[in-house]
């Protein structure tokens, strides 16, 4: 009969195991990054992610490198004013313990004459779950370095978080940053808050204005940029309250201690 206990525990206890195992992979899963980028008046998005065909060296679930070659001529079938000299994006979705970030770099340059153009490059990943036990909130940084006659040129960028945990998904608490213009510089929007969540998606966001290459391609205008995203989850309140009791005593130690020493003299 022990033995016969000893076996039912056994398998009990593997079966916990198990689904534990299970719990844990799927609280583990990370989904896939991505860049899209979109002109006005082309022949429509251009996605570069794992498995696209356009991304480059070291792409993987959790980081994309664009293959500018491959890219910008796919670009240019589709009638885009653009070039990149790179661009990629790099998260640390499901996350370590701490913030989730999202980050999007690159350098954009125009190869076409003629008016203004607008370039809008979004980087998303989902399945973050920083915020699974406690509220959290969200912080926008951009740079900007404009060069070659960047007259007008422009570049603002927004931080979206969406409880959707829908890649691209641009709904939810969002946070812009005012328009950064020549002079080169950089931009960090106020800090808004975000709700507690299991899962969660973040999308960067950057919009480039530059003016025409008049120079045929010699020194055309570009923009070297970055935009971070980060979310970090809020102190729960008992943890605060610890704090302040903790101050106290420590305080108290502090004076007892002094008034050891002194007794001791």
Do not use: K
Not at 91 to 107: D, E, M
Request: hydrophobic share 40%; with cysteine; net charge negative.
């Amino acid at each position: 009969m022990i033995r016969s206990t000893l076996r039912r525990r056994f398998l009990t206890g593997i079966a916990c195991a198990v689904a534990v195992i299970a719990a844990a992979g799927q609280a583990a899963r990370a989904g896939t990054i991505q860049i899209v980028i979109s002109q006005a008046g082309t022949g429509g998005d251009v996605i570069v992610n794992l498995g696209s065909g356009l991304e480059g060296p070291g792409t993987d679930m959790n980081h994309v490198t664009a293959d500018v070659l491959a890219l910008n001529s796919t670009l240019d079938a589709l009638g885009y004013g653009f070039h990149f000299n790179a661009l990629g994006a790099v998260a640390n979705s499901p996350g370590v313990p701490g913030p989730a970030f999202l980050n999007l770099t690159g350098q954009v340059f125009r190869t076409t004459a003629g008016g203004d153009q607008t370039i809008q490059i979004d980087a998303s990943q989902n399945d973050y779950a920083t915020l699974a036990a406690a509220p959290g909130t969200l912080h926008n940084f951009i740079t900007s370095n404009f060069a070659g006659n960047p007259a007008g040129a422009s570049q603002t960028g927004t931080s979206y978080f969406n409880t959707s945990n829908a890649l691209g998904d641009t709904v939810g608490a969002f946070s812009t940053l005012p328009l950064v213009q020549v002079p080169p510089g950089d931009s960090s929007a106020p800090d808004i808050g975000v709700p507690s969540t299991p899962f969660f998606s973040l999308t960067d966001r950057v919009v480039v204005t530059l003016g025409p290459d008049a120079t045929g391609g010699s020194n055309p205008p570009f923009d070297q940029f970055t935009h971070h995203t980060e979310v970090a989850a809020v102190p729960e309140p008992v943890s605060i309250g610890l704090m302040g009791t903790a101050l106290p005593i420590v305080i108290v130690g502090m004076i007892w201690n002094r008034r050891r020493r002194s007794a001791s003299r």
